[in-house]
C-alpha cells in the first residue's frame, strides 16, 4: 500500500498544470495618427499552442486609455487562416471583472475602460496544434498617443493569462489542479515519512 501511494506521490509531483495565453502585439510597436486627432492601435491576437478557445471563451485588455465611445473604432476581425466558423464579438466598459485566476495579477481602474473580444455562440472551436495560433486583428482607437501598457487577461478551458508589450510582465497562471495535485503529493510524502519515523 506504501509503495502505491509513493509511486502516486511521484506522479503526483511530477504533473504539470496545462497553461494558455493569448498574445497582444502591437503592430509597428506603436499607434498611428488617424488624422482625427485620435491614434489607432492595431494588434495582432495569437492563442498560444496549449490552448483550446470555445464559444463564449473570452480575453480582455484591461485599462485602455482614452478608448474612443465609437463602435466603428473597436473591432475584431478572424484571421483569414482560421479554419471554420468563427464570429468574434468586441464589448468596451468596465463590465469585463478579471478572471478568478488573474485578479491578484490585473488591478482593474474602473475609471478607465475595458475591451473585451469574446469568440461567438455559434463559432467552432479554435484548437491549435501544438504552436500558437493567429487570431486575428484587434483595431482599437485612442485619444492616448502613446505605447499603453497592457494587461490581458483570458478565461478559456485551459486557463491563463495573456502577456505582450506589458509592464510589469505577467507570467502565465498555474490551474488550481496543479497546486491540488502537488498538495496531495506532499501529503503523500509527509505521510509515508511520518510511518517510517515511527517504524525505527
Known amino acids: ?6 509511486v502516486l506521490a511521484i506522479l503526483l509531483l511530477s504533473a504539470t498544470g496545462a497553461r494558455a495565453a493569448v498574445f497582444l502585439n502591437l503592430q509597428n510597436g506603436a499607434p498611428t495618427a488617424n488624422g482625427s486627432g485620435g491614434f489607432t492601435y ?40 482560421l479554419t471554420g466558423t468563427f464570429t468574434f464579438g468586441v464589448t468596451s466598459g468596465n463590465t469585463s471583472p478579471p478572471p478568478p485566476h488573474a485578479k491578484f495579477l490585473i488591478v482593474d481602474d474602473p475609471n478607465v475602460p475595458n475591451v473585451t473580444v469574446t469568440l461567438g455562440a455559434l463559432s467552432d472551436s479554435i484548437v491549435p496544434s501544438g504552436k500558437n495560433l493567429p487570431l486575428g486583428t484587434l483595431t482599437l482607437t485612442s485619444s492616448f498617443g502613446d505605447t499603453q501598457l497592457l494587461k490581458v487577461a483570458s478565461d478559456f478551458h485551459v486557463e491563463g ?19 491540488t495535485l502537488m498538495a496531495l503529493g506532499l501529503l503523500a510524502v509527509g505521510a509515508i515519512s511520518y510511518r517510517a519515523r515511527n517504524r525505527s
Open 42 to 81: 492595431t494588434y495582432d491576437a495569437s492563442l498560444a499552442g496549449s490552448a483550446v478557445l470555445d464559444p463564449g471563451d473570452f480575453f480582455t485588455l484591461y485599462d485602455f486609455v482614452g478608448l474612443s465611445g465609437n463602435v466603428s473604432d473597436t473591432s475584431f476581425v478572424a484571421d483569414a487562416g
Open 1 to 6: 500500500m506504501l509503495k502505491r501511494l509513493l
Open 161 to 179: 493569462i495573456g502577456t505582450a508589450n506589458i509592464n510589469p510582465t505577467l507570467g502565465p497562471v498555474p490551474e488550481p489542479s496543479t497546486y
